[in-house]
């Protein structure tokens, strides 16, 4: 069973940059795939950026593509999500979810993962 603590969230400007950080424990890091989510009040949940377990392969979402930038580093059991440019629509709490890994693939949908975090609060200010 693994257990994921997000940390990194907190308020920021428009134009700004923060950087999230996915602390992984009880079990081999490696051998999962990551994702980012997020939620926004009154939304659903929706895929910010997945990871395979090489780190190679990636995905993201439509309204992040080009912002955001996701990273991992199996020796430090933690996945990172750098998000630049941000916006007041990126506002959401944001959720790191792992699931076993199977060949190179990303996963980029809630019922792909297994594990959640509780998430951290990211709030961008106009």
């Known amino acids: 069973q693994v257990q994921l603590v997000e940390s990194g969230g907190g308020l920021v400007q428009a134009g700004g940059s923060l950087r999230l950080s996915c602390a992984a424990s009880?079990?081999?890091?490696?051998?999962?795939?990551l994702g980012w989510f997020r939620q926004a009040p009154g939304k659903e949940r929706e895929i910010g950026a997945g990871?395979?377990?090489?780190?190679?392969?990636?995905y993201y979402g439509d309204s992040v593509k080009g912002r955001f930038a996701v990273s991992r580093n199996n020796a430090k059991n933690t996945v990172y999500l750098q998000m630049n440019s941000l916006k007041p629509e990126d506002t959401a709490v944001y959720y790191c979810?792992?699931?076993?890994?199977?060949?190179?693939?990303?996963?980029?949908?809630?019922?792909?993962?297994?594990?959640w975090g509780q998430g951290t609060q990211v709030t961008v200010s106009s």
């Open positions: 979810a792992a699931r076993p890994a199977s060949g190179s693939n990303y996963y980029t949908t809630e019922v792909d993962y297994d594990y």
């Open positions: 990871i395979n377990w090489t780190g190679y392969r990636t």
């Open positions: 009880g079990g081999t890091f490696s051998n999962y795939a």
